[in-house]
Structures are given as C-alpha cells and as structure tokens.
T-cell receptor, first 120, second 110 residues
C-alpha cells in the first residue's frame, strides 16, 4: 500500500515564526502536492512538484514556498507564519501521467493524514 | 479544468443506495470525472473515475450522462462508515494537479 506520512498531526506556532511541514511518500511517486483545507472552501492547491527540484504554483501560493531535494520528500515552508495560515494542510503524491487505459488508475492521488496548523 | 457543482449536504438511510449528483456543464472532451471522499480527520481517498462510459468498482458506481454535463456517484448499500465529504472533480488526464471544490457532506443514518 502507498503510504504518505506527514511530520505532525497538530502544530501550534506563533505569528512570524518560520514553519516547516514535511511530507514523505514511500512509493517512488514522481508527483507530490500540498493543499490546504478550510471550512466551506474544500481543498485548495498551494504548490505541486513533478520531479526533484521542480515546483509549480497552485491556486494559492502566496506566503508559502516548497522544497523537493529528494524524490520521496516534499516540504512546505511558511517563511513568516500569519494567523490566516491557520488551516489543515494535506500532502499527496501520485504517479505521473502515462498513456493507455491500463494506466488510468495511476492518476489517483494518495493523501497523507494532514497537519492541523494553528498560528497564534 | 472545468468547475463542478455539488449539493452541500445529503442524508441517506443505512442500507439504502446513496446517489450523489455532480454538475460539470463546462466539461471538455478530454476531461475525466473523478470522485474522492474524505472521512473525518483523514486525507481524501480515491473512489472512482470515468470519461463517458459508466464505471463500477468495489466501492461505487459512476453514471455519466450522455452529454457528459453531469454525473452521479452511487454507493449501492450505504453504511455508517460511508459518512464523509464526497468530492467530484473534473480534470484533463495528463494534468498533474487536482482542483477540489467544497464537496457534498453525506450523512448515513441508522
């Protein structure tokens, strides 16, 4: 089974602190994603990466950065945490797009359990 | 990717079929319909996806209308453990990212 783990389930930080959220997957997936989830807004994509050292902005990248130094690890960084970044953060991974119907299932994303971050 | 519209909440009696609708009227020809669900305090879980034919797996069935502007996820015999938020997403197959909306909160009642 694919396993995606996140470094903490719950985290409390102060305004202005630098925050690192770590995500590790054990299935050799090329693609990794960071989302945040807020009540009434569903999941919103922050950043994603399709290869080591590659990153792409999602819908809401402002205030965040990411790092992908190794294939299995994707880090989300809050350079200076603010109270409006209090949220649930979800990491996901998937295989890259491949051709042919037999590969369709490869496009599903596997999610970690989430990190509930509170910034005070 | 096309946007989707889902009802915010639905109830279903245990043992009955749960039918969750999704509108995606601006879907384009190369976009697939995906369904995920999220049980409380867990990350989202893939359920099923399809292009234009109906699909069935061990978890659910997916019915897509002929014009592909809407679809229905069917849980044939809902259990209490199926209580979750269900997300309908449309995406191009070779797109790496996934755009989730607010989803439908399904409550299965005894």
């Amino acid at each position: 089974d694919v396993k995606v783990t996140q470094s903490s389930r719950y985290l409390v930080k102060r305004t202005g602190e630098k925050v690192f959220l770590e995500c590790v997957q054990d299935m050799d997936h090329e693609n990794m994603f960071w989302y945040r989830q807020d009540p009434g807004l569903g999941l919103r994509l922050i950043y994603f990466s399709y290869d080591v050292k590659m990153k792409e902005k999602g819908d809401i990248p402002e205030g965040y950065s990411v790092s992908r130094e190794k294939k299995e690890r994707f880090s989300l960084i809050l350079e200076s945490a603010s109270t409006n970044q209090t949220s649930m953060y979800l990491c996901a991974s998937s295989l890259p797009p491949l051709g042919g119907r037999a590969k369709l299932r490869s496009y599903e994303q596997y999610f970690g359990p989430g990190t509930r971050l509170t910034v005070t | 990717d096309a946007k989707t519209t889902q009802p915010p909440s639905m109830d279903c009696a245990e043992g009955r079929a749960a039918n969750l609708p999704c509108n995606h009227s601006t879907i384009s020809g190369n976009e697939y319909v995906y369904w995920y669900r999220q049980i409380h305090s867990q990350g989202p879980q893939y359920i099923i996806h399809g292009l234009k034919n109906n699909e069935t797996n061990e978890m659910a069935s997916l019915i897509i209308t002929e014009d592909r502007k809407s679809s229905t996820l069917i849980l044939p015999h809902a259990t209490l453990r199926d209580t979750a938020v269900y997300y309908c997403i449309v995406r191009v197959l070779n797109n790496n990212d996934m755009r989730f909306g607010a989803g439908t909160r399904l409550t299965v009642k005894p």
